[in-house]
Nanobody, 115 residues
């Protein structure tokens, strides 16, 4: 079964940084667009950043200028560098294709921004 394993979350103070990683158990080379999603308590899962296999990126307005998505097709990984974190960034973060129809959802990684 194809798996996605997210890691790198944790507790960080407002203004801090975290780097999330997602490892896929099979090649992502042929997947046109990969993305990072997040789900805060009581809210729907939302797409926050995407990257194509050509390196083109797109971001939700709420994270633009603070988050950077990258992918390494050779290593089958997708990363999310998060800077200037805010309490409203608190959520479980997931990676998947965009649209999310190429992988089962992983367990996600919890990001908590709090002083």
């Amino acid at each position: 079964q194809v798996q996605l394993v997210e890691s790198g979350g944790g507790l960080v103070q407002p203004g801090g940084s975290l780097r999330l990683s997602c490892a896929a158990s099979r090649s992502i080379f042929s997947i046109y667009r990969m993305g990072w999603y997040r789900q805060a308590p009581g809210k729907q899962r939302e797409l926050v950043a995407t990257i194509t296999n050509g390196g083109s990126t797109n971001y939700a307005d709420s994270v633009k200028g603070r988050f950077t998505i990258s992918r390494d097709n050779a290593k089958n990984t997708v990363s999310l560098q998060m800077n200037s974190l805010k309490p409203e960034d608190t959520a479980v973060y997931y990676c998947n294709s965009d649209p999310p129809n190429r992988f089962h959802w992983g367990q996600g990684t919890q990001v908590t921004v709090s002083s």
